[in-house]
């Protein structure tokens, strides 16, 4: 690199579950260039997972929902401000890891005199380097993420996702187990939610599985849940025979807390699946349109299900013209099958 930047940003919109997979490329670059004044920019859904980070030294939201709420001369004098304060931030160095059209403007739109983004088609203009996606659907996102500092001959040392649960929201989550007497039991997490309608398990198997395990492994039962998923929580409780625990309303920093708590999660391909598996809790991935060779809890430790006599796995689609045969035809006892004893210790 032809120079030392003083000012770096990366831009990251969204969502939750891969900005965790882009945190490594803040602890390197935090590595490598340790003087340097390093920004994230995210939005506002995904903000919290790299609030607390420590490589960090300024988080940037932009703040796309508000204005949208906004009237339409009001937003664009506010986008405008935005985009000018950014430029008056004054980086040297801008990585793209989203790569859309937004984020790519909001590169070009900085000056930095070094910008790097990838080749995705008709976002050339806004860098100075261009990183391949060639075999990109083959590789983990954390490894596509990382491939950016190639082109800054910054070496890849560190690899493992990070988010920092700040200690209140710990306290909230050990004081809410306590008064629920979970703190000396095993602690399943189970999380019904994710974004795509097609990516999402059945509720009445997430409730089925949650009986299978109660009865196997006499365990506390915790269903997560965020934002516009309280009927999956409904079907789920619905769906048993036993009684599990619901989590409260939560701010996702505290829903972090309450995963570190758990024991095992289980979960659908989601934003809760990925802060689990960076918060080195042992999790079990249920899979089907996406593919966990890119988009899989990343770690040796964590666990994938699937329908493998499905030929469409990995399609990546947000519809699905076959009744999403790959999650419906996935029984909770193909669930259970990949659990055993060992899953429950706490390392």
């Known amino acids: 690199m032809s120079i030392i930047p003083k000012r770096i940003l990366i831009i990251k919109l969204r969502a939750i579950g891969d ?16 003087e340097a004044h390093l920004t994230f920019l995210t939005e506002e859904a995904s903000a919290e997972v790299v609030r607390w980070n420590p490589f960090l030294d300024e988080l940037i939201v932009l703040p796309l929902k508000s204005w949208k709420q906004l009237g339409f001369t009001k937003s664009w004098r506010m986008q405008i401000k935005f985009y000018l304060n950014l430029r008056r931030k004054g980086f040297d160095l801008v990585i793209d890891l989203f790569g859309n059209p937004r984020s790519a403007l909001l590169t070009w739109l900085t000056g930095a005199s070094e910008r790097i983004g990838y080749d995705f088609r008709g976002r050339h203009y806004a860098y100075n380097r261009v990183i391949s996606t060639r075999n990109k659907s083959i590789r983990h996102e954390v490894l596509f993420h990382l491939d950016s500092l190639s082109a800054l001959d910054v070496p890849a040392q560190v690899r493992n996702p990070l988010v920092v649960v700040p200690k209140m ?116 991935g249920i899979f ?15 666990i994938v299900v699937q329908q493998d006599k499905v030929d469409c796995l990995g399609c990546n689609r947000t519809d699905c013209l076959i009744g999403n045969i790959c999650l419906t035809t996935l029984e909770p006892e193909d669930v259970l099958a990949k659990i055993d004893a060992s899953l429950l210790s706490k390392t």
């Open 288 to 302: 089907g349109p996406t593919d966990p060779e890119g988009q899989g809890p990343w770690g040796n430790k964590h």
């Open 169 to 284: 929201a710990m306290i909230r989550a050990v004081r809410w187990l306590t008064d629920k007497n979970m703190v000396n039991r095993k602690i399943i997490g189970l999380n019904p939610g994710g974004g795509w309608d097609i990516k999402r398990w059945a509720p009445d198997k997430f409730g089925r599985l949650a009986d299978l395990l109660i009865s196997h492994f006499d365990v506390e039962i915790l269903i997560l849940w965020g934002p516009g998923e309280e009927q999956f929580v409904e079907e789920v409780v619905n769906s048993m025979k036993h009684s599990p625990q619901v989590l409260p309303q939560t701010t996702l920093l505290e829903l972090a807390g309450y995963l570190q708590c758990c024991h095992l999660l289980i979960s659908n391909d989601s934003g809760p699946m990925h802060i689990a598996a960076a918060l080195d809790v042992t999790t079990i």
């Open 19 to 34: 900005v965790v997979l882009a945190t490594p490329v803040i602890e390197n670059l935090k590595q490598h260039f340790p």
